[in-house]
């Protein structure tokens, strides 16, 4: 009987992480086909990735969509879009995969996002287990995400001169603003304040 314990404790681990969810808010999703569907939202995850349930309120039928089927969502007072595969930093070949973005600024030419790059970078903490002994961890690169004409380009949050040469492509045609930058006006922490100068600046 004892060799039965370890097995069915490692299947319910899996249903449990399987079927893990928050609770039903308000929200929206708006589908691949550019359908918007408004009713509850629940947010769930299983071993294939994160998935979002809607039920519109009219049927007793929940509709489910993993990330990558959707363009965005709303869940309670938050939006995220769904960004599709590219390269985020111009001269780098690293590609970002569908990634989930954080709505900071949606309306004007330019667009904001907040996101998690979790493979980017050679940042690592380090941990110790007194059984496993030490490991280290890669640490996750969150930055913002500036969309332009379709075009999407990752902010370099380090220092000064590779925060100017990452958002270069998306104000090429605003020198003025460009300027000010260059001459430390405003930094990676004011990117809010550009975006929003940018926009007022084409109205």
């Known amino acids: ?6 097995i069915t404790l490692l299947f319910l681990g899996i249903l449990i992480s399987s079927f893990s969810y928050t609770q039903d ?18 947010i769930l995850a299983d071993q294939y990735g994160k998935k979002i349930s809607i039920n519109d309120g009219k049927s007793y039928f929940t ?7 959707l363009k965005s969502y709303a ?10 595969a590219f390269y985020p930093f111009e001269g780098e070949n690293y ?13 004007g030419e330019l667009k904001l996002y907040y996101v998690t790059f979790p493979d ?30 379709n075009n999407l380009y990752g902010v370099k949050n380090g220092d000064q001169e590779s925060f100017i040469k990452s958002i270069s492509p998306a104000l090429a045609d605003n020198e003025a603003l460009l300027k000010r930058i260059r001459n430390n006006e405003f930094k990676c922490k ?6 929003a100068i940018y926009n007022n600046s084409t109205r």
């Open 120 to 149: 980017y970078g050679s940042t690592y903490d380090s941990f110790h287990n007194p059984v496993a002994g030490d490991y280290t961890i890669r640490t996750s690169y969150k930055t913002y995400v500036i969309e332009y004409v």
């Open 1 to 6: 009987m004892r060799e039965f314990l370890p």
């Open 190 to 195: 004011d990117i809010k304040k550009i975006i």
């Open 25 to 42: 808010v308000n929200g929206y999703v708006v589908t691949e086909q550019n359908v918007k569907i408004k009713g509850k939202v629940k």
């Open 95 to 107: 590609l970002a995969e569908s990634t989930e973005a954080k709505v900071i600024i949606s309306k």
């Open 63 to 69: 509709r489910t969509f993993y990330i990558h089927e």
């Open 75 to 84: 869940y309670k007072k938050d939006t995220f879009a769904i960004l599709n």
